[in-house]
């Protein structure tokens, strides 16, 4: 019986901390959620912030919420390119190492030495859905893509939490070379 599960492809965005949210958008701003995002509790917001870097800038980035303990950025690897800066891939919130830039808000800014990362691709997934597809948290595993740009993605982090709904996360760049579209269903094959 096949394993399978919606794949989402995400675009560039930012999580901002409780700091930094109020020197970008004033004292005492509360984000204003504009639509629920797939997991629960996460929204975008109607809020949008610069990146600057060394090289340039990546215009309009969509907040999302709610604040986080530390700013993270996530971008693709042509995002980087034109900031000017390498961006690794990495699992959300490993952020030591990973470069830094300067964001810019309505009513201030604020430079971060780290937090630019392309996000590595990961499942979220329900304590319910580990047990049925037989895997744990921190797993790597593969996932076919079928159609008729169709790939296997290797190296794929499960992470499990009882707060996920089920769904596989790569970034817009992945997802346009498969011809993945929001939704669609893949196939877990360990």
Known sequence: MKKELPIALSNKHIHLSEEHIEKLFGEGYELNKIKDLSQPGQYAAEEKVDIVGPKGTLSGVRVLGPARSNTQAEVSLSDGFKLGVKVPIRDSGDLDGSPGAKIVGPKGEVEIDKGIIAAARHIHMHTKDA????????????????????????????RVNEKYALEMHVDIEEGNACAAKNGMKVELIK
Do not use: A, C
């Open 131 to 158: 047990e049925e597809f037989g895997v744990e948290d921190k797993d790597r595993v593969k996932v076919k893509v079928s159609g008729d740009r169709g790939v296997v993605f290797e190296n794929v982090l499960v």
